[in-house]
């Protein structure tokens, strides 16, 4: 299968908590990218960690990738109400050139205030 | 920028009726996207437009579904007749170009009775 599986499928947190969400695959990858999705809206496309890095931030955000065991995490700190959404992860895989994604069933995280 | 528009918002049709959804990218992105979310899954590519050509549609149900994108800009869906499993949100998104940060429009909503 070329679509990623996040973990956990739901995550309930407090404000100012830190929310961790994983993403294992079972393909090679060009690059994986990480997409928020308010309810009733489209994605957002956060952050895109290519297959030869090992870790990016963006502000609360911080993405690990490691190749050898096809997994990479979301780590969002301090986590704040408007933080609510689902989070899916999105692979571009290596046999693809025209940048076609595969998105996961995502993890719904719910940070209550 | 102006983001990713999409209409209508919502749609509520009866079976075998055929609907039409309209997407206008962000100006000066290359790549045009269809996904089809189901409820509880992650977005399903059925699309992707180069230009005004189409670089990937083995996903679309070529029986019932078409879309064109006009002058690489604008792009209609359409669905002809629908199903009762056609019930979904339809997510258009845009791009520079392939490999790059997918912007999303809010979808349309589709029912079928």
Redesign the interface.
């Known amino acids: 299968s070329q679509?990623g599986e996040e973990d956990p499928q739901a995550l309930s947190i407090q404000e100012g908590e830190n929310a961790t969400m994983n993403c294992s695959y079972k393909t090679s990858i060009?690059?994986l990218?990480w997409?928020r999705q308010n309810s009733?809206?489209?994605?957002?496309?956060l952050i895109?960690i290519r297959s030869n890095e090992r870790e990016k931030h963006s502000g609360r955000l911080r993405v690990t990738l490691d190749t050898s065991k096809k997994s990479s995490s979301l780590l969002i700190t301090a986590s704040r109400a408007a933080d609510t959404a689902s989070y899916?992860c999105?692979l571009?895989d290596r046999g693809s050139?025209?940048?076609?994604?595969y998105?996961?069933?995502?993890t719904q995280l719910t940070v209550w205030p | 920028e102006a983001g990713v528009a999409q209409s209508p918002r919502y749609k509520i049709i009866e079976k075998r009726q055929s609907v039409a959804f309209w997407c206008n990218p962000i100006s000066g992105h290359a790549t045009l996207y269809w996904y089809q979310q189901i409820l509880g899954q992650g977005p399903k590519l059925l699309i992707q437009f180069q230009n005004n050509g189409v670089v990937d549609d083995s996903q679309l149900p070529k029986d019932r579904f078409s879309a064109e994108r006009l002058k690489g800009v604008d792009s209609t869906l359409k669905i002809q007749p629908a199903k009762l499993e056609d019930s979904a949100v339809y997510l258009c998104a845009s791009s520079l170009a392939v490999n790059q940060p997918q912007h999303f429009g809010d979808g349309t909503r589709l029912s079928i009775l």
């Open positions: 679509q060009n690059n990218q997409y009733g809206r489209g994605l957002v496309h895109l899916f999105a571009n050139t025209l940048g076609r994604l998105f996961g069933r995502g």
